[in-house]
């Protein structure tokens, strides 16, 4: 079983940084993809970023140019650069990793969250 720890979240004002990491207990290049996503209380969760085996990103809209995602494979952690923190990016961060077995099945590991919040 694959497991996968958070850290690096807490309170921070708006304006400012945190880096969150995601380390997983096996190597991240066996997984397709690795990504972020958040969770605000009484909302769904909802992407932030991802970033594939090859170092491909992609990002949700309100997050571009503020938020970083990269990879450390001899770390087996990936990263979450988030600066000009917004109120609004305050939830719960969660780090996924999605392998894709003999091209049919698709199996996601969750960590079990990070809190991020944001005093405006």
């Known amino acids: 079983q694959v497991q996968l720890v958070e850290s690096g979240g807490g309170l921070v004002q708006a304006g400012g940084s945190l880096r969150l990491s995601c380390t997983a207990s096996?190597?991240?290049?066996?997984?397709?993809?690795m990504g972020w996503y958040r969770q605000a209380p009484g909302k769904q969760r909802d992407l932030v970023a991802t970033?594939?085996?090859?170092?491909?990103?992609a990002y949700t809209a309100s997050v571009k140019g503020r938020f970083t995602i990269s990879r450390d494979n001899a770390k087996n952690t990936v990263y979450l650069q988030m600066n000009s923190l917004k109120a609004e990016d305050t939830a719960v961060y969660y780090c996924?990793?999605?392998?894709?077995?003999?091209?049919?099945?698709?199996?996601?590991?969750w960590g079990q969250g990070t809190q991020v919040t944001v005093s405006s």
């Open positions: 996924l990793a999605r392998e894709v077995i003999m091209l049919a099945t698709v199996k996601e590991y």
């Open positions: 096996r190597t991240i290049f066996s997984f397709n993809a």
């Open positions: 970033i594939t085996k090859i170092g491909s990103t």
